[in-house]
C-alpha cells in the first residue's frame, strides 16, 4: 500500500489526476489529500511494525532452540560413509549416486576435511 501510495504521489506532482475506482479513497484525486496521506502513514507504521517483529522473532529463534536455513542432507553417517569410500579412491560421482546426494554435496564434505579430489 505504501509503494502505492508513493506512486500516486510521484502523479500528483506531475500534475496526473487519478482515479480511485474502490476504498475509502474512492474518487478523483489531482492533489494529496488528508486520506491518502492518513493511510500512506498507517501503512508505513504497519511495515516497520512487522519488520520488527520479525527482526525479534529471529533473534529470539535460538534461544528457542529454532535454527533457520535448510535441513542438513549429510548427517555424521552418510559423512563418514563419504570419507571412507573417497580414501579406497571411489569417484565422487558413484558416491553421490549411492547415497542419492548431489556431486556437491559430497565435494563440500570432502573439502571440508581437507580431502578435495578432482572429479
Not at 502523479?11 to 475509502?24: S, T
Not at 508505513?44 to 532452540?65: F, H, M, Q, V, Y
Request: hydrophobic fraction near 40%.
Amino acid at each position: 500500500m505504501v509503494d502505492g501510495l508513493d506512486v500516486l504521489n510521484e502523479l500528483f506532482e506531475r500534475g496526473i489526476a487519478v482515479k480511485v475506482l474502490e476504498g475509502i479513497a474512492a474518487g478523483d484525486h489531482n492533489e494529496r489529500s488528508l486520506i491518502l496521506d492518513a493511510g500512506r502513514d498507517i501503512a508505513t507504521d504497519r511495515r516497520r511494525n512487522l519488520s520488527w517483529r520479525i527482526k525479534a522473532g529471529l533473534e529470539a529463534a535460538p534461544d528457542r532452540g529454532i535454527v533457520g536455513g535448510r535441513p542438513r542432507v549429510i548427517d555424521d553417517d552418510k559423512r563418514a560413509v563419504i570419507l571412507s569410500r573417497s580414501e579406497q579412491g571411489e569417484p565422487i560421482r558413484s558416491i553421490a549416486q549411492s547415497l542419492g546426494v548431489s556431486v556437491g554435496t559430497v565435494h563440500n564434505v570432502l573439502a571440508n576435511v581437507g580431502r578435495s579430489r578432482r572429479m
